[in-house]
Structure formats: structure tokens, C-alpha cells
């Protein structure tokens, strides 16, 4: 005869069990469109090779505009002007800031054209762009040597000889021109920068808002199951 077997009863001693925490209320559509919307959202971030060639025409087309720099640096510096008694030649004014004002134009010329070509790329491209801003970065970059450089090449000759000859003993002439501070070479892509980020965060596409908070997540769970939030006094 097989006696009935009970099983023991819970001791109050006994820590209790940790119950299954609840399934999430529509756990997995939830689940798959946070996932689908994660990926939309990746695939929109991720760089393209149209991205990238966009990025080379910015850099090459700003670096093609710094010709119009050296021009308009050659044309609106102020001029230093050197005098030759025969033998050597000298300032004609001592006293003379055309150095300064030479660096300073170039300065203000190069922030100019750093802001125009950073609102041209903005409204060419308002989503913007790792590319985008590393192209106009290096352009930029390039644009002021070519600048330099054009500016040099289309001023004064730097044979100061030769050209104290050409204009004769006592007749002042052209100092060729000449960058004394080469840090003013960081003004275009510097101002072209700071000015492109800041149109693209005034105006540029914006994050679409975050989902409303699901209504389970008012909820905390506890081991014995679900349990309401308690009332706030």
C-alpha cells in the first residue's frame, strides 16, 4: 500500500524564490521597430561614396578661389616702398605700418572668403557632413597658400636689385610683398569652419524626436510580479 507523499510546506526562514520578470507589453514589435528604427537611422549616418565626392569638389573648388585672394591682396594692401642712393637701398618711410597693414588685409580678405565659402557649401549641402567639413577644411587650407603665393607672384619682384636699378638712384619704388606672420594663413579655414557649423546647427536638418516613453515604463517590477507605482504625496 503506497502512502501519499505532501510536499514540505515553505519555512518564513526561507528566502523566496525570484519570480520571472514580466514580459514587456508588446515586447517584440516593440522590439523589431526600435531595431528597424535603428537601422534607418545608421543607414542615414553612414558615409557614401557620393558623400565623399562631394567632399573633393569642395576642396578642390575653395582651394581654386584662393587666385582671387592673392589678387585681391595684391590689389588692396597697403604698398612699402624702398628708396636707392646707388649703393644700397633703404626704407623711404622708417616709420611705415604698410607691413602690418599687409598682414592684417590678408587677414580680413582671407575671413571673408572663408565665410562666403562656408555659406556656398551650407546652402549647397544643408545636411552637412563629416566629408563635407573635412573637404572644406582642407580647400581652405589650400586656398590660403595658393593666395600666398598667387599674391607673391603677382606683386613686386623680390629682386630688390633689379628693381632699384629700373627705378633709378633716389626714386622710391614697390617693396615686394611678403607675409610677416604666418599665422594669418589660418584665418580662412579657421572662419570657414566655425562659420559652417554654425549654420548647420541653426539651420540644418535637425534628429527626428524620441519616441514617447511606452506606458509600461511607469511600472517597476518586483520578485512576487508587476506592481503599480506607488502614489506620489
Known amino acids: 500500500m503506497t502512502e501519499a507523499v505532501t510536499p514540505p510546506s515553505p519555512s518564513p526562514s526561507d528566502p523566496p524564490s525570484e519570480a520571472e520578470p514580466p514580459e514587456r507589453p508588446g ?16 543607414a542615414e549616418n553612414a558615409i557614401t561614396p ?15 578661389a584662393g587666385v582671387l585672394l592673392g589678387a585681391l591682396w595684391v590689389w588692396l594692401a ?13 626704407l623711404r618711410n622708417t616709420e611705415s605700418e604698410g607691413r602690418i597693414g599687409s598682414d592684417g588685409t ?21 545636411r552637412g ?8 577644411g582642407v580647400g581652405s587650407v589650400f586656398a590660403a597658400l595658393v593666395g600666398w603665393r598667387v599674391g607673391l607672384w603677382l606683386g613686386p619682384t623680390s629682386d630688390l636689385v633689379v628693381a632699384a636699378g629700373k627705378a ?32 548647420t546647427a541653426v539651420w540644418g536638418p535637425k534628429d527626428p524626436p524620441a519616441a514617447d516613453a511606452e506606458p509600461w515604463a511607469g511600472a517597476y517590477t518586483t520578485p512576487d510580479g508587476l506592481l503599480p507605482r506607488p502614489p506620489q504625496d
Do not use: C, T
Request: hydrophobic residues 55%; neutral net charge; without cysteine.
Open 168 to 199: 633709378g638712384k633716389g626714386v622710391p619704388f614697390d617693396a615686394p610683398m611678403q607675409l610677416l606672420a604666418y599665422g594669418v594663413l589660418l584665418g580662412w579655414p579657421m572662419v570657414a569652419i566655425l562659420v559652417h557649423l554654425g549654420l
Open 27 to 42: 515586447g517584440s514589435a516593440a522590439d523589431s521597430g526600435s531595431d528597424s528604427a535603428a537601422g534607418s537611422a545608421s
Open 106 to 126: 590678408f587677414l580680413m580678405l582671407s575671413a571673408g572668403l572663408g565665410a562666403l565659402s562656408a555659406v556656398a557649401v551650407f546652402l549647397w549641402r544643408r
Open 129 to 136: 557632413g563629416v566629408p563635407l567639413v573635412i573637404g572644406l
Open 78 to 90: 597697403p604698398r612699402v616702398q624702398y628708396v636707392s642712393n646707388g649703393e644700397a637701398v633703404f
Open 50 to 64: 557620393a558623400d565623399i565626392r562631394d567632399g573633393a569638389a569642395v576642396a578642390l573648388l575653395v582651394g581654386v
